[in-house]
């Protein structure tokens, strides 16, 4: 079992940066794939950016690559979203996930746990 708790999300202004955190719990973070997803209001869930189980490689979705890095620091069993050079569209709900001993690409469909969510806001 693996508990995800988001944190992070908040109001910014256009050209802005934020960094989101997702701290697992359990001893086997190392085994998942961890991902972050983003819904906006009236749309699908979409992956934004993930990291595959051995940190071999990392996945952006084009909207947001050379923007949005997803680092990790498994001392401390925490997966970020450095968010960079915010636009209004990257409005929404933000999921982390964990695909247990996944590629750094996966659908809602793979996700093993996902976090509660977190509204990130980008103002014009």
């Known amino acids: 079992q693996v508990q995800l708790v988001e944190s992070g999300g908040g109001l910014v202004q256009a050209g802005d940066s934020l960094r989101l955190s997702c701290a697992a719990s359990?001893?086997?973070?190392?085994?998942?794939?961890m991902g972050w997803f983003r819904q906006a209001p009236g749309k699908e869930r979409e992956f934004v950016a993930g990291i595959s189980w051995s940190g071999g490689g990392t996945y952006y979705a084009d909207s947001v690559k050379g923007r949005f890095t997803i680092p990790v620091d498994n001392a401390r069993n925490t997966v970020y979203l450095q968010m960079n050079s915010l636009k209004p569209e990257d409005t929404a709900v933000y999921y982390c996930?964990?695909?247990?001993?996944?590629?750094?690409?996966?659908?809602?469909?793979?996700?093993?746990?996902w976090g509660q969510g977190t509204q990130v806001t980008v103002s014009s």
């Open positions: 359990g001893r086997t973070f190392s085994s998942y794939a």
């Open positions: 996930a964990a695909h247990y001993r996944g590629s750094y690409y996966f659908t809602v469909p793979l996700v093993d746990y």
